[in-house]
C-alpha cells in the first residue's frame, strides 16, 4: 500500500493569491503569537494522510479547478452579480467544502458526531440477542470512551455541505475593497460564518446555511474580501456595484480579527512589513481566543406542525466565535434567547 501524502485542507492557490513570490507566506501561530517570515506554501493548512485516501484528495483536487476559475472570474468583473448562474454555484461549492474541510471543523462537529456514534452503538447493544447481560452491561459503561471516525465523519459533512450550498444564493454579495495601508490576513479556516443579527443568542446554533442573519467573510486578497449578507436582517452602507470601500482602519481589523479567532493553527498575511501589525492583532484577543468545540444539547422536542411530544432530541450545533464583532458600515438588530427560535429566509421569503 502507498504512502499517504500530504493533505491540504486549505488550497496551495489560495495561499498564492497573498504571496508575492508564490511559494512562500507570512504566518503568525494562533497558540503562541510567534511569527515565521517566509513560510514555504506547501507545508501550511495540511497532514499526512488528512482525508484517510488519496481518491478523496484527487476528488477535491477536480473540484478546486473548477472553483479556482470561478475565483478568477470573480477577480474580472466589476460587480459579483455579473457571475454566470454556473459560477455563482461553483463559488457556493468551494466557500461551503472550504468551511467544512478544515481542522477548525473537524474539531467544532467532534462532540456531535461521537454523541450520535454512542447513541447508535448503546441501540445496537440494548437490541442485540447474542452478547449475555455482563457483557452488555460491560460494553455499555465503555461508551463514553467511543469516539467516531474523524475522517469517515467529516466525509460526510463535506457531502452534505456541497449539496446544500444553494442555501447561500439569496445572500447578497459584497466585495469589501480594502483602501487602508493594513492588509486584509487570512487563516487555516478561511471562510468564517457569523450572525451578528442573533449575537446574543446562546442556547441554538444561528450559522445555518438559511438562518436569518447568516454572514459570511471570505478574504479574497490582501486588498478586497468577499462578504455574503442577508440584507434582510442588515442594512449596508452604499457601495456600487456592489462593492464597497473599506477606509476605515477599525473594519480591517475586525476582520483580521474574526480570522485570528476561526483559525485552529495559523494566520497568515502578504509582507513580514505587517508582522508587528498582526501580532499586536492576536496579543488583543489571545485572552479570548478558546477552542474549537462543538454544542451538544439533549432537550425535549415536539413536532412544530402537530405539537406532539417527540421525545428528547439531540442537537448539535457550532457556536458562534468569542469575538463581537462590529463594522462601522453595517446598521442591524441584535437579538437573543428571548425571541422565538429563528425561522429559515426561505420560509421568511415567501
Request: one cysteine or more; a neutral charge; charged letters at 25%.
Amino acid at each position: 500500500m502507498p504512502a499517504l501524502r500530504n493533505h491540504h485542507y486549505v488550497p496551495q492557490f489560495y495561499f498564492r493569491r497573498f504571496s508575492a513570490d508564490a511559494k512562500s507566506i507570512c504566518l503568525l501561530t494562533r497558540a503562541t503569537g510567534k511569527t515565521v517570515a517566509r513560510a514555504s506554501i506547501k507545508g501550511q493548512a495540511s497532514k499526512i494522510g488528512y482525508y484517510g485516501d488519496e481518491e478523496v484528495e484527487k476528488a477535491l483536487g477536480e473540484i478546486e479547478g473548477a472553483c479556482c476559475a470561478a475565483l478568477h472570474r470573480l477577480d474580472q468583473v466589476e460587480n459579483p452579480l455579473l457571475l454566470s448562474e454556473d459560477e455563482i454555484d461553483l463559488f457556493l461549492v468551494h466557500l461551503t467544502l472550504q468551511r467544512t474541510r478544515t481542522e477548525a471543523a473537524r474539531q467544532n462537529s467532534k462532540a456531535f458526531q461521537d454523541k450520535m456514534a454512542r447513541l447508535v452503538l448503546e441501540v445496537q447493544l440494548n437490541n442485540s440477542t447474542e452478547i449475555s447481560d455482563a457483557d452488555r452491561a460491560l460494553l455499555l459503561e465503555s461508551l463514553p470512551d467511543v469516539e467516531a471516525n474523524p475522517i469517515h465523519s467529516q466525509r460526510m459533512e463535506m457531502g452534505i455541505a456541497v449539496e446544500q450550498s444553494p442555501a447561500l444564493r439569496d445572500l447578497t454579495p459584497v466585495v469589501l475593497v480594502n483602501k487602508t495601508n493594513r492588509p486584509f490576513i487570512f487563516g487555516d479556516a478561511p471562510v468564517v460564518f457569523y450572525n451578528a443579527y442573533y449575537r446574543d443568542v446562546q442556547l441554538r446554533g444561528v450559522l445555518g446555511l438559511d438562518t436569518p442573519g447568516l454572514m459570511v467573510f471570505f478574504p479574497l486578497s490582501a486588498t478586497k474580501c468577499l462578504a455574503l449578507l442577508d440584507t434582510g436582517c442588515y442594512r449596508v452602507r452604499e457601495g456600487r456595484d456592489n462593492q464597497l470601500a473599506v477606509r476605515d482602519l477599525g473594519d480591517v481589523l475586525a476582520l483580521n480579527k474574526l480570522q485570528i479567532h476561526a483559525a485552529s493553527s495559523c494566520v497568515y498575511f502578504s509582507d513580514t512589513k505587517f508582522a508587528a501589525y498582526v501580532t499586536e492583532a492576536w496579543r488583543q484577543e489571545q485572552g479570548r481566543l478558546t477552542k474549537h468545540e462543538g454544542m451538544v444539547v439533549e432537550a425535549p422536542g415536539r413536532n412544530a406542525s402537530t405539537g406532539a411530544d417527540m421525545g428528547d432530541i439531540v442537537h448539535g450545533y457550532q457556536p458562534q466565535l468569542t469575538y463581537l464583532l462590529k463594522l462601522s458600515f453595517l446598521k442591524h438588530k441584535v437579538l437573543g434567547d428571548e425571541v422565538s427560535a429563528p425561522m429559515s429566509r426561505r420560509r421568511r421569503n415567501q
